[in-house]
């Protein structure tokens, strides 16, 4: 059974960084899509960053520039680099990883495995 768990979350100010990871077990990332998703308070979860099984990325217009996805098969991680964080950043972060390797989508319906969320809060 596939699980993920994130750590990295917190607060920070407005400008500041995070580094969000993920380390998954029950199986090897090297045949699963990975990707980062984020819900806020009120709102529908939303596409982050998405990274396939051969290093392709789609990052979502609102963050690009700013984070950056990345993985390391060898230790099973996903991570999401966060910098030039904003107020609006706010939300619940999740780790998702899906069997179709090839996919580089944000559409979180695709995404089959998830992880209970890490918090993000931004302030002014």
């Known amino acids: 059974q596939v699980q993920l768990v994130e750590s990295g979350g917190g607060s920070v100010e407005s400008g500041g960084s995070l580094r969000l990871s993920c380390v998954t077990s029950g199986t090897t990332i090297s045949r699963y899509a990975m990707g980062w998703f984020r819900q806020a308070p009120g709102k529908q979860r939303e596409g982050v960053a998405v990274?396939?099984?051969?290093?392709?990325?789609t990052v979502a217009d609102s963050v690009k520039g700013r984070f950056t996805i990345s993985r390391d098969n060898d230790k099973n991680m996903l991570y999401l680099q966060m910098n030039n964080l904003k107020p609006e950043d706010t939300a619940m972060y999740y780790c998702?990883?899906?069997?179709?390797?090839?996919?580089?989508?944000?559409?979180?319906?695709?995404?089959?495995?998830w992880g209970q969320g890490t918090q993000v809060t931004v302030e002014l």
């Open positions: 990274i396939n099984n051969a290093g392709i990325t």
């Open positions: 998702a990883a899906d069997g179709k390797w090839w996919f580089a989508s944000l559409k979180r319906w695709e995404f089959a495995y």
